[in-house]
């Protein structure tokens, strides 16, 4: 487990927003700090790989990232967050942007996963793999995921929310985000860290909830 100065844990993350306001493109100042993100995450990932996860540091990832340590905790509160917070979420939201007016957001939803699954480059497969690997391997990790799931059911109702013009805090849109939030951790933990079973099962565990259900 890493050595992280206490406090860290209070500390906030400079995370891109998961669902842009709108279509425009994100500024100068967005896009520096989405490029240097992505630089700390892909600089952790290959030291994971390279010396293992308890023997990587902080220290380390900033210096291979060439940024301070201090702004490495401005990205991601913990060590543990450099390998959970992907940007799987980014696809998701674009993906369910492009879905056609109209139709339900549940189905909406099942079909903006199988084309952000499927959209997915070789690069971005690869990460996603290893994060995966990372989370069912390493104790930290995987503690830590149990927390990431509540900002992901946060990140989901502003996905709905948005989609249907209603507030993230309503609580059909909380109970609808908590419901395929619920199947994503039922299936996630079922593949056991195969990425392929993943999104098959989970888009056909969304077709069941969208269906009621039915036993």
């Known amino acids: 487990m890493s050595a992280l100065p206490e406090h860290t844990a209070h500390q906030q993350p400079e995370h891109v927003p998961a669902v842009p306001a709108g279509p425009a493109r994100p500024g100068l100042r967005e896009r520096k700090k989405a490029r240097t993100r992505a630089a700390i995450r892909e600089h952790a990932l290959r030291l994971f790989r390279e010396q293992g996860y308890d023997a990587t540091t902080v220290e380390q990832i900033a210096e291979a990232a060439e940024v301070s340590p201090s702004t490495f905790f401005r990205y991601f509160p913990t060590k543990e967050d450099v390998v959970?917070?992907?940007?799987?979420?980014?696809?998701?939201a674009d993906a369910l942007r492009a879905q056609p007016p109209g139709i339900p957001a549940l189905t909406a939803l099942r079909r903006?996963?199988?084309?952000?699954?499927?959209?997915?480059?070789?690069?971005?497969?690869a990460q996603l793999q290893q994060s995966t690997e990372l989370m069912l391997t390493v104790p930290a990790v995987r503690a830590r995921s149990l927390d990431e799931f509540g900002r992901t059911i946060q990140i989901i109702s502003a996905m709905i929310a948005d989609r249907a013009g209603r507030d993230p805090g309503d609580l059909t849109v909380r109970t609808l985000a908590g419901a395929i939030t619920g199947v994503a951790m039922s299936t996630w933990?079922?593949?056991?860290?195969?990425?392929?079973?993943?999104?098959?099962?989970f888009e056909k565990a969304l077709a069941l909830l969208e269906a009621g259900l039915p036993l």
């Open 84 to 92: 959970l917070q992907d940007d799987m979420e980014l696809l998701w």
């Open 189 to 201: 933990f079922g593949a056991g860290g195969d990425l392929n079973r993943f999104a098959e099962e």
């Open 112 to 125: 903006a996963v199988l084309d952000a699954f499927s959209n997915l480059s070789p690069a971005g497969l």
